[in-house]
């Protein structure tokens, strides 16, 4: 069956370091734009980066560029999110899910609503 799973979390100090993985399996990676979202306690989920399958193109929350890298190995069937600088503000659980409804090459507006496949998530801690 359709499954994303999510790997790398943990705890970090404040400008530290950690690489998420998301493993795919049960579809063909390569025909869908995935993302990661992100949700502290009490806040809603939010989009953090999202990478398009079709022309290769990524995206990424204002509050993390330059911060993050999302990466993908379709041969893998893997998508990656490199986390560097880390802040307090980005603890949280976060999940991949790919892009289900309005088209699913893209990534388009990548609100949380077209997405589905949700994994069960990582936590991140940052905190010193």
């Known amino acids: 069956q359709v499954q994303l799973v999510e790997s790398g979390g943990g705890l970090v100090q404040p400008g530290g370091s950690l690489r998420l993985s998301c493993a795919a399996s049960?579809?063909?990676?390569?025909?869908?734009?995935i993302g990661w979202f992100r949700q502290a306690p009490g806040k809603e989920r939010e989009g953090v980066s999202c990478?398009?399958?079709?022309?290769?193109?990524?995206s990424y929350a204002d509050s993390v560029k330059g911060r993050f890298t999302i990466s993908r190995d379709n041969a893998k069937n893997t998508v990656y999110l490199q986390m560097n600088s880390l802040k307090p503000e980005d603890t949280a659980v976060y999940y991949c899910?790919?892009?289900?409804?309005?088209?699913?090459?893209?990534?388009?507006?990548?609100?949380?609503?077209?997405?589905?496949?949700w994994g069960q998530g990582t936590q991140v801690t940052v905190s010193s």
């Open positions: 990478s398009s399958t079709r022309d290769g193109s990524t």
């Open positions: 049960g579809f063909t990676l390569g025909n869908y734009a």
């Open positions: 899910a790919r892009k289900v409804a309005r088209g699913t090459l893209l990534c388009g507006s990548w609100t949380p609503n077209d997405f589905g496949s």
